[in-house]
């Protein structure tokens, strides 16, 4: 079974600044997804970033960006020049190819400080 | 183009009431997921269906818990029998394709969320 491990519950950060959230996870399989999800206050769930197991090149979305290390097992999130607006839970999740359910971590609680 | 819709937003039973949560996924999407999220919990994959299929419920409870998505009209969540510890926020997502079938098919589009309390 795959798991998704999220190691810290809450983070806090500056405006502007720059945070990494940690993400491991588990699995045998070669070809799968990752992905990263924020749920703001609001609840609803936006895809932030994706990453495919078999690119080598990390993914990079504007101000957010990720470390992924497959033989490592490690996907961590990085979000440049904090804004207050990225105050959130940040869910790592992670599905095989060709499958259908989506594990995900219990969750980091982000908090930008102005 | 509306995104994944999710009635009711919010929906209070008693225990041993029947609790019916729907979702419209987006438009030319075919393929609906539901996730149940517990407190300060993440998501847990319940249930994937595509139209008059149930494909995958792996992550549903065997009892009181059933899910359908019918040729015409909106997904349903169906629980009967409610207890305490159903309440939750269940969440819908839909794609347009199965996963690895292209590229991007495969992102999951979520709805806000119904969050269920039974009292």
């Known amino acids: 079974a795959q798991t998704v491990t999220q190691s810290q519950p809450e983070m806090s950060v500056q405006e502007a600044e720059t945070v990494t959230l940690s993400c491991t996870y588990d699995?045998?399989?070669?070809?799968?997804?990752l992905f990263w999800y924020k749920q703001p206050p609001s609840r609803q769930m936006i895809l932030v970033i994706r990453q495919e197991a078999y690119k080598q090149q990390n993914a990079t979305e504007n101000r957010f960006s990720v470390n992924f290390q497959k033989a490592a097992k490690s996907f961590s999130l990085k979000i440049s020049d904090s804004q207050l607006g990225d105050t959130a839970m940040y869910f790592c999740a992670f599905m095989k190819q060709n499958n259908n359910d989506m594990r995900f971590g219990a969750g980091t609680r982000l908090t930008v400080k102005p | 183009n509306a995104g994944v819709m999710q009635n009711p937003r919010h929906l209070v039973r008693r225990r041993g009431q029947e609790a019916r949560l729907r979702c419209s996924p987006m438009k030319g999407h075919s393929h609906v997921y539901w996730y149940r999220q517990l407190p300060e919990e993440g998501l847990k994959f319940m249930v994937y269906l595509q139209k008059e299929n149930i494909i995958d419920e792996s992550g549903m409870p065997k009892e009181r818990f059933s899910a359908e998505f019918p040729k015409e009209g909106p997904s349903i969540l169906r629980i009967q029998q409610v207890v305490r510890g159903d309440s939750a926020a269940y969440f819908c997502a839909s794609s347009p394709l199965a996963y690895g079938s292209g590229t991007g098919s495969y992102e999951q589009y979520f709805g806000p969320g119904t969050r269920l309390t039974v009292t």
């Open positions: 699995t045998s399989e070669n070809n799968y997804y």
